[in-house]
């Protein structure tokens, strides 16, 4: 087991031994929580085989073909069966593959996928942790839904899981497998195994480390993607009511291995490898993003020098690289300031400057007009005299010659008086 560890016998019983009956009922008291994500184009029969692996009726809007784009729409159910509870989350892709430019319908399930890492990974990250009362909502399980056209993968599947396996743990199924023949659809298998090894995508493959269950994993990888047909209706066939499709030529039996590998997928995803699914998840999809995202915010497990790296000294040294970055950046703000403020303070003088200037050049026009007006209002002056002493001068004359004749009046009346002869005359 390791240097320092030995073995040694015991002399009787301990007790240790009941640990996996404490293990289990502990988690048969929590409950456990399982997600699906179905990913697959709209009329595939998505709610439909969801209801049919359940055994049971989920609410739901049937969605539509005139979605302007890839939405998810998330329902969470409480299931009881026996004494073990499961919280089922159900993840649908509405309008996926409806649209006619689908270059990028991956892009809302990516986002979708990696919001439940962070938000799990904000919860672990907090002080004071829940972990045993928070909600997982990371994805176990993505089953992928291939339209059965007998041919080959469309390039939208193909982009779609390529950008998904390393995220999710993918399970292609065949829907609707009824609508093509039976060596119609081994050909088809055979072509999308071929497809998916060339294109370098990571499908997800039932562990065969575990002796109890690598004999049926093994088998049932050979199988993969499964041919699966989904139906709630219920019709008698012999003496059974058995879950089955009816059609004019016959009877499409549900459950029947024979017809499709309804009871393959039940099998693998719920009865044998749930929980590996769950493991899966948690050890290598989320470790990844957790590894991802810390190495962005600086965090790393070693030196440049290849030795170990504590969290605190990684810490402590992204606190100092911050402490120096933020020196910088304020005595850098600090000169930008310092530049600005005297830039500022030449504009102002400028400005002072300039307005010195005007003020004298205002001032000395307004000199020049008051002078012009002193000059005009003098020159007025001197003419306003000067026709005042015309004026005078001419009501002088006036009254002199008003005198002068006033003078000759009376002369002349008197001499009349005094010559009589004058008046005859």
Not at 59 to 73: C, F, I
Not at 183 to 201: Q, Y
Not at 208 to 235: K, R
Not at 283 to 299: A, D, I, N, T, V
Request: aromatic share 8%; net charge negative.
């Amino acid at each position: 087991m390791g240097e320092g560890c030995r073995t040694v016998p015991l002399a009787g019983h301990v007790g240790f031994d009941s640990l996996p009956d404490q293990l289990v009922n502990k988690s048969v008291s929590q409950g456990f929580s399982f997600n699906i994500l179905c990913v697959g184009e709209t009329g595939l029969g998505k709610s439909t085989l969801m209801d049919t692996l359940f055994n049971t009726k989920f609410e739901g809007e049937p969605a539509t073909h005139t979605q302007p784009g890839v939405q998810l729409r998330s329902n969470t159910y409480d299931l009881q069966e026996s004494n073990v509870g499961l919280k089922l989350t159900i993840v649908s892709t509405v309008g996926f593959g409806d649209q006619i430019n689908k270059e990028d319908s991956y892009k809302p399930i990516v986002e979708f996928i990696d919001a439940q890492f962070e938000a799990y990974l904000q919860e672990e990250l907090k002080i004071r942790r829940v972990l045993h009362a928070y909600h997982d909502s990371r994805i176990h399980a993505c089953l992928y839904f291939i339209a059965p056209t007998g041919h080959s993968l469309k390039s939208l599947d193909l982009v779609t899981m390529k950008k998904l396996d390393s995220k999710v743990n993918i399970i292609p199924i065949i829907a609707k497998s009824d609508a093509i023949s039976k060596s119609e659809l081994t050909k088809f298998k055979i072509k999308i195994t071929s497809e998916l090894v060339s294109n370098g995508v990571q499908i997800y493959q039932f562990p065969t480390d575990d002796e109890s269950v690598a004999e049926i994993n093994g088998t049932m990888n050979a199988h993969l993607p499964f041919a699966v047909i989904g139906s709630t209706e219920e019709l008698k066939i012999g003496n059974k009511m058995m879950k089955a499709r009816q059609y004019p030529w016959g009877t499409v039996q549900v459950e029947n291995e024979a017809h499709c590998d309804f009871v393959k997928l039940r099998e693998m995803l719920i009865r044998v490898n749930m929980e590996d699914l769950r493991e899966q998840t948690h050890s290598r999809h989320y470790e990844l993003y957790r590894r991802c995202k810390l190495e962005e915010m600086g965090f790393k497990d070693t030196d440049p020098d290849s030795k170990p790296f504590s969290l605190q000294e990684t810490y402590e040294a992204k606190r100092n690289e911050f402490l120096g970055e933020l020196q910088k950046k304020e005595e850098e703000m600090r000169q930008m300031f310092v530049q600005r403020v005297k830039e500022k303070e030449a504009e102002l003088k400028e400005a002072e400057k300039e307005l010195h200037e005007k003020f004298d050049r205002l001032k000395k026009l307004h000199q020049d007009e008051k002078k012009k007006l002193e000059d005009k209002k003098k020159c007025l002056d001197d003419e306003v005299n000067a026709f005042k002493q015309r004026k005078t001068a001419a009501e002088l004359l006036q009254s002199q010659g008003s005198q002068a004749g006033g003078s000759q009046t009376l002369k002349r009346d008197k001499e009349k008086k005094n010559n009589p002869w004058l008046c005859t005359e």
